[in-house]
């Protein structure tokens, strides 16, 4: 799939909206990708998956044992783990960090890559690769659906992107006058109350 038929089907699921956003890592933006309305479509999610399983494939060769923070990463996840033949694990949080938990194990030899639905800062991803780092399997790569830093984000390991989507971001207290005169919100989960990870 094209960067451009890519962002065609976010934008007909609604799931490419425009405003004045606060990003989970605090930063505000013009743009939000809610993943959540294309992933609420079997049919757009397998599509999207299977397209980027291909670039994997193509990138890493063959790869045993997806892994996905949760909550956004598992929907992909799963998918692109079907896509590649693969298992499909996740990584949830206790205590603040993520952890493989649930009998979750990876075995000596086996390849792994970790799969974000969306990468801005590349914080979670992060975050799940450092939980990982114990774990006997390879860890051959990442790989998201849609890259917004543009390439520039560094994971440590190699990132396969099935799109860029670079837009600006800013500091809140750097706002373009523009973004300024509309009111912010904040679309995405990190934040909610009460979530369990």
């Known amino acids: 799939m094209t960067r451009d038929e890519v962002l065609d089907v976010f934008r007909k699921a609604g799931a490419l909206l ?5 990003l989970s890592s ?18 757009l999610t397998e599509q999207l998956c299977r397209a980027l399983g291909e670039r994997i494939k193509a990138r890493f060769g063959k790869v045993d044992v997806v892994v996905s923070p949760a909550i956004g990463g598992i929907v992909p996840g799963y998918e ?3 896509a590649l033949g693969a298992r499909a694990l996740f990584v949830e949080r206790e205590d603040g960090y ?14 792994v890559i970790v799969i974000e639905d ?19 399997g390879e860890i051959v790569g990442a ?3 849609i890259d917004r830093s543009g390439g520039k984000v560094d994971l440590g390991v190699p990132l396969v992107a099935l799109c ?4 600006p971001d800013y500091d809140p207290r750097e706002l373009p006058p523009e973004l300024a005169a509309l009111p912010p919100t904040k679309p995405g989960s990190r934040g909610i109350q009460g979530m369990k990870g």
Do not use: W, Y
Request: with cysteine; charged share 25%; proline share 3%.
């Open 18 to 22: 425009e405003g004045h956003f606060i």
């Open 26 to 43: 605090g930063r505000r933006s013009g743009f939000f990708i809610q993943k959540m309305r294309v992933f609420e479509s079997p049919a």
């Open 80 to 82: 692109i783990a079907r």
């Open 98 to 111: 993520f952890q493989l938990r649930r009998g979750f194990e990876i075995s000596a030899g086996e390849k």
């Open 118 to 136: 969306i990468i801005t800062t590349g914080l979670s991803a992060r975050e799940c690769l450092n939980c990982l780092a114990d774990q006997p």
């Open 143 to 145: 790989a998201c659906l």
């Open 164 to 167: 860029e989507f670079a837009v």
